[in-house]
Nanobody
Framework: VQLQASGGGLVQAGGSLRLSCAAS????????MAWFRQAPGKKRDFVAL????????YYADSVKGRFTISRDNAKNTVYLQMNSLKPGDTAVYYC???????????????????????WGKGTQVTVSS
């Protein structure tokens, strides 16, 4: 299983970026997909998750209303549209995949259990003030 994140970069506060994560080696539509981020010197934090059918999404309070997670199962790709970016959003962003039901993954992340099965290498997002 390989997950390849892309789309990071440098953006001014208030700007937008769209991250992509391409998956291979999995039956993509069967997997719950999620985004996490880790700022320098801080622990990894949950950002958003989406069910295999896109019927359910769940967001961290810190990004709710600004970020949107989506997926295209035909392209084996999950996206994270980030709007109204703030300097506090600066971090390395990681995508992750898990075959568990989305409600199971949601319960895990709510309990700060980030033991999803597969992780990609991150993509750096830097928001300047």
């Amino acid at each position: 299983v390989q997950l390849q994140a892309s789309g990071g970069g440098l953006v001014q506060a208030g700007g937008s970026l769209r991250l992509s994560c391409a998956a291979s080696g999995v039956t993509f539509s069967s997997y719950t997909m999620a985004w996490f981020r880790q700022a320098p010197g801080k622990k990894r934090d949950f950002v958003a998750l989406i069910s295999g059918s896109s019927s359910m999404t769940y967001y961290a309070d810190s990004v709710k209303g600004r970020f949107t997670i989506s997926r295209d199962n035909a392209k084996n790709t999950v996206y994270l549209q980030m709007n109204s970016l703030k300097p506090g959003d600066t971090a390395v962003y990681y995508c992750a995949a898990d075959p568990s039901n989305e409600e199971v993954v949601k319960l895990l992340v709510k309990n700060n259990d980030y033991g999803l099965d597969y992780w990609g290498k991150g993509t750096q997002v830097t928001v300047s003030s």
